[in-house]
C-alpha cells in the first residue's frame, strides 16, 4: 500500500473500528467463546435428534456405557486442554526470552493456539452437556449422533493438538520469525513513507512555511503516559482539507508521549474538533510496527544483540538476523526517507508527520550489533559484507552513512581484535565465517574512500 490522496477510492476506515478489530485479532478468548457456542448448540441439538428419532447402527452399545463414555472424554479433554495449556504457556516464555518479549504479541495473536484451545474446549463442553442430556426422553435410545459427534470432536482436537506443535515450534525458528518481520517491514514502508519525490518536495515547503507561524491549536495528550502506536493519516487528512487546515505532528510513531505532551499542531483559520482529532489517534503501552517502519529495524536488532549476550552467545543466529536487516535496508533505500505526508484530493499537503531518514534507519539497524558483535569473527565479516554491497549497489546519496559505518566497524574491529588475529575479522563474508571470503587482505578501509554524494 501506497501513500494516496484522500480522494482515493478506497473506503476509510473509522480509527475506532480498526482498534476494535485490533483488538478482537489479539483477544484470546474471542475465537474460543465461539467454538464454546457451536458445541452447546450442536450437543443440544444432536442429542435432542437422538432422543426423538433414535438411530440403530448395530452396535452392541447402551445408553448408560455411551454416557460413561461421554463423561470420560469430557474429563479427559479438560486435563488435556490444561496440560497443553502448561506446554504453550513454557514454550512461549522460552522463545520471548530467545528472541525479545516485543515477540509476545505475535505469539499471542496467533490463530492457530486460538483454534485449538476453542476445539479442546468444545470438546470438553460437548461431551459435558452431551452426558447432562443423555437419558433424558426415551431412556433406552443410545445417543449414537452425540457419539459420532464426539469422536468427530476428538479426531479435530488430535488435529488442531498436531498443528498447534508444529505452528508453534515453526514460529520459535529464528529463520521464521525474522523473515515474518522482513515482509511486515515491507508493508509498514509502502504505507508511511510518501509515493513519489514531488510530495516531499511539498512537504518540505510547507513544512518550513508553518516553521516560524503560531498553532492555532496544540493537541497534547491526556492521561497517564503512552506510546503512539498509529495514526489514521487518511482520516486526519481528510480531516484537515475539510478545514482548509494543516496538521504537523510533533510526536512521531513509536515516541512515548508523557502526560500534557504535545502531540500536533494545527495550522489553519480556526481550530479543529479535539474529539475528531483524536478518534485518529491510537495511544497503547508498547510499539507495535503497524505503523511505526523503525520497530521492524528494532525487532531484528533485539534478536540480534540477545543472541550476541555473554549468556547467550550465538552469533551465527546473529548473523541469520542480520540477513533480514540487509533485506529491510535494501528496501528502504528505494522509498523517498524523508517527511512523511498525505495530501488533499489537490495534491496539496494537509498531514504531516516525522519519520525516520535513511542515516536514522541505518544507524539503528548497525550500532547496536557494531558495538557487541565487533569481537565476534563471524558478525565483523558478516557486517563488512553487508556494508560493501549495500555501497556497491545503492545510488550515491545513500552512501556517506555507509561508508562512515564501514569505518566506524574498522575502528571497532580493532580496538577488539588482538592484531594476531586482525586479518581475517577484516574480511567480507556473506556466511559470517565459511562463505566466499579469504582469510587475509588489505584492511577495507584502504578499498573504500569516502565519495560526494550524488546531486
Not at 26 to 53: F, K, M, N, S
Not at 57 to 69: F, I, K, P
Not at 122 to 130: H, R
Request: overall charge neutral; charged content about 20%; glycine content about 8%.
Amino acid at each position: 500500500m501506497t501513500t494516496k490522496p484522500i480522494s482515493s477510492t478506497l473506503l476509510p476506515t473509522g480509527r475506532r473500528w480498526r482498534q476494535v478489530r485490533a483488538r478482537l485479532r489479539e483477544a484470546l478468548w474471542v475465537i474460543p467463546t465461539l467454538y464454546v457456542i457451536a458445541a452447546t448448540v450442536l450437543a443440544v441439538g444432536l442429542t435432542r435428534l437422538d432422543q426423538q428419532h433414535p438411530l440403530d447402527l448395530g452396535w452392541e452399545l447402551s445408553a448408560a456405557s455411551a454416557s460413561t463414555a461421554l463423561s470420560a472424554l469430557g474429563g479427559g479433554m479438560i486435563t488435556f486442554t490444561g496440560f497443553v495449556t502448561s506446554v504453550i504457556l513454557m514454550i512461549v516464555q522460552f522463545g520471548s526470552s530467545q528472541f525479545s518479549p516485543r515477540f509476545l504479541r505475535w505469539f499471542r495473536s496467533e490463530a492457530t493456539l486460538k483454534h485449538a484451545l476453542g476445539t479442546f474446549i468444545a470438546t470438553f463442553l460437548f461431551a459435558l452437556v452431551a452426558t447432562a442430556m443423555t437419558g433424558r426422553g426415551a431412556t433406552d435410545a443410545v445417543p449414537y449422533r452425540a457419539l459420532l459427534g464426539a469422536l468427530m470432536l476428538t479426531i479435530a482436537s488430535i488435529g488442531w493438538f498436531l498443528a498447534l506443535i508444529s505452528r508453534t515450534s515453526d514460529n520459535l525458528r529464528v529463520a521464521r520469525a525474522t523473515q515474518r518481520v522482513d515482509a511486515q517491514a515491507r508493508e509498514v514502508f509502502d504505507s508511511v513513507y510518501p509515493e513519489t519525490h514531488s510530495e516531499v518536495k511539498a512537504a518540505v515547503v510547507v513544512a518550513r512555511a508553518v516553521d516560524g507561524i503560531e498553532p492555532v491549536q496544540v493537541l497534547r495528550h491526556r492521561g497517564v503516559g503512552a506510546i503512539l502506536v498509529s495514526i489514521d493519516r487518511r482520516a486526519l487528512a481528510r480531516l484537515a482539507a475539510s478545514h482548509q487546515a494543516t496538521i504537523e505532528f510533533v510526536t512521531a510513531v513509536g515516541d512515548h508521549v508523557v502526560t500534557d505532551g504535545p502531540v500536533l499542531r494545527v495550522y489553519g483559520a480556526s481550530p479543529i474538533s479535539e474529539r475528531r482529532l483524536r478518534t485518529g489517534l491510537t495511544f497503547g503501552d508498547e510499539r507495535t510496527p503497524e505503523d511505526d517502519p523503525a520497530f521492524t529495524l528494532r525487532l531484528l536488532v533485539d534478536v540480534a544483540i540477545k543472541a550476541l549476550s555473554p549468556a547467550v552467545n550465538d552469533p551465527t543466529t546473529a548473523v541469520q538476523s542480520i540477513h533480514r536487516i540487509e533485506d529491510v535496508l535494501r528496501y528502504a533505500s528505494a522509498k523517498h526517507l524523508s517527511v512523511g505526508v498525505t495530501t488533499d484530493a489537490a495534491g496539496v499537503p494537509c498531514l504531516i508527520y516525522p519519520t525516520p531518514g535513511w542515516d536514522d534507519l541505518v544507524s539503528l539497524a548497525l550500532s547496536e550489533i557494531r558495538l557487541f558483535g565487533a569481537g565476534q569473527y563471524q558478525i565483523a565479516r558478516r557486517v563488512r559484507a553487508l556494508l560493501e554491497d549495500l555501497i556497491a549497489d545503492l545510488p550515491g546519496e545513500r552512501r556517506p552513512v555507509l561508508e562512515q559505518q564501514l569505518g566506524l566497524l574498522d575502528d571497532a574491529v580493532n580496538s577488539e581484535m588482538a592484531p594476531s588475529q586482525l586479518a581475517p575479522a577484516l574480511v567480507a563474508d556473506r556466511q559470517g565465517i565459511g562463505g566466499s571470503g579469504t582469510s587475509s587482505g588489505p584492511p577495507p578501509s584502504s578499498l573504500h574512500t569516502p565519495t560526494e554524494p550524488a546531486c
